[in-house]
């Protein structure tokens, strides 16, 4: 942790552990905002990191002003996209592509907040920083850097972030702060984790009072942020936190975290991408680590939660299909190339894939992945065109047919052209031509 007077810093060398292009870009920042009569200061997570000796590009740029029309005029002068959250008076601003530059900038105008009901979004009205702050959710993401001149380097710390960087705890800013917002305690646990702190004592008992709150929040807010969670780098183990702090349960009932989900999701972290033989589609593998979580539950228990939890489809029917395998996954290990296959086709790839990975080096392991290699591709040399050719009937003869001489060629039992012919010719007979 930085030394010294913390008061001031001299802000080149607070800054100095950003990229050289990122440092030029805030300063033209800071100089838009000068210009406009602004005050503008990082607040929160790089302020933190940067006395944790932690690297960061978690840029939130708070202004005492519009931030949503300060950033249309980064945009106007910068390039870029500008996504807008009038309600919160925030902005995203996406960057153009450049070396050693964020993707985006987070842009907030410093406000107040009031909750009319517990769980409920707050309302907003736009204020001074000293507000901004005090909205916040733990005392070591108050921590505020200003920019701008005259003041620039100044530090403003008026809930001791400082003191509790130091004592490596998490401390909430008052007593309500759970009660306000339930999805503090998924974030105090998460980044604790990451962190390697624990919660001062009070927001403990906090923690415990109010936990009954999660089960208020939305699916969508939730599942937000247990998505967080799991881009975490000890996923499982903050995961493990919550549920012993009682925090999974209160989402849902039929939520926990087996120890087979814990192990699969320490293995998948430190995994390479997917093998390219099993061609998953780039938008899906984001959704893989709630798959390797989800299918270590009963199958209804997915669907509760998947429902609860506003899931999309296509995850849902991932989570689901691996669930329906693993709870198989006896049956499938004795199962023939061509049974085995037709059992899988009937699932979304990436639960197969999932359950590929929670069962490597194993027989059906090596079976799955030939499956993803191999078997998959396979097709008859004859189609519906030829069977037409021989003048069979248009019909459900065609898809049996084709089933057969396909699982032939799986199991072993055709090699070759003549082979499949041969079959072909009993197959009509059978069928009556």
Do not use: C
């Amino acid at each position: 942790m930085q030394s010294g007077d913390p008061a001031r810093l001299p802000l080149k060398r607070a800054l100095a552990t950003l990229p050289a292009a990122t440092r030029r870009l805030l300063e033209r920042i800071v100089a838009t905002a000068e210009g406009g009569g602004l005050p503008i200061y990082l607040v929160g997570g790089f302020v933190r990191d940067l006395f944790l000796g932690l690297p960061s590009l978690d840029l939130d740029l708070v202004l005492e002003g519009d931030a949503i029309r300060f950033g249309r005029k980064l945009v106007a002068l910068y390039g870029g996209k500008l996504d807008t959250h009038a309600n919160f008076r925030t902005a995203v601003w996406h960057l153009p592509p450049g070396k050693d530059l964020p993707a985006d900038l987070d842009l907030i105008s410093a406000r107040r907040e009031s909750y009319p009901k517990p769980a409920a979004l707050p309302k907003v009205v736009l204020a001074n920083l000293a507000a901004d702050q005090a909205r916040r959710d733990f005392t070591i993401n108050t921590l505020a850097l200003r920019l701008d001149s005259p003041a620039a380097g100044q530090l403003l710390d008026p809930f001791g972030g400082l003191d509790d960087l130091r004592r490596g705890w998490l401390r909430t800013l008052h007593t309500d702060s759970f009660v306000d917002d339930p999805t503090r305690m998924l974030r105090a646990l998460r980044l604790a984790g990451r962190l390697g702190f624990r919660l001062e004592a009070g927001t403990q008992q906090q923690l415990r009072a109010h936990r009954d709150g999660l089960s208020l929040l939305s699916g969508a807010r939730t599942h937000h942020e247990l998505e967080l969670t799991l881009k975490e780098e000890r996923r499982a183990e903050v995961l493990a936190a919550m549920q012993r702090a009682g925090l999974l349960a209160r989402i849902h009932p039929g939520l926990r975290l087996p120890r087979g989900a814990a192990t699969a999701l320490r293995d998948a972290a430190a995994r390479k991408p997917p093998p390219a033989y099993w061609s998953l589609d780039a938008d899906a593998l984001p959704d893989l680590p709630f798959v390797l979580w989800l299918m270590w539950l009963p199958e209804a228990a997915v669907q509760a939660l998947t429902k609860r939890l506003r899931f999309k489809s296509g995850p849902r029917a991932a989570a689901l299909g691996a669930a329906r395998l693993r709870a198989r996954a006896g049956r499938l290990a004795a199962m023939r190339p061509s049974r085995l296959t037709a059992e899988l086709e009937q699932e979304p790839l990436l639960a197969v894939y999932a359950l590929w990975l929670s069962r490597r080096g194993t027989p059906l392991g090596d079976a799955l992945q030939s499956y993803a290699r191999r078997w998959r591709q396979v097709a008859p040399r004859t189609d519906g065109h030829a069977l037409q050719r021989r003048g069979l009937p248009q019909g459900p003869a065609y898809a049996r047919i084709l089933a057969q001489l396909r699982a032939a060629w799986l199991d072993g039992e055709v090699r070759s052209a003549r082979q499949e012919t041969a079959l072909l010719e009993r197959l009509l007979k059978r069928e009556g031509h």
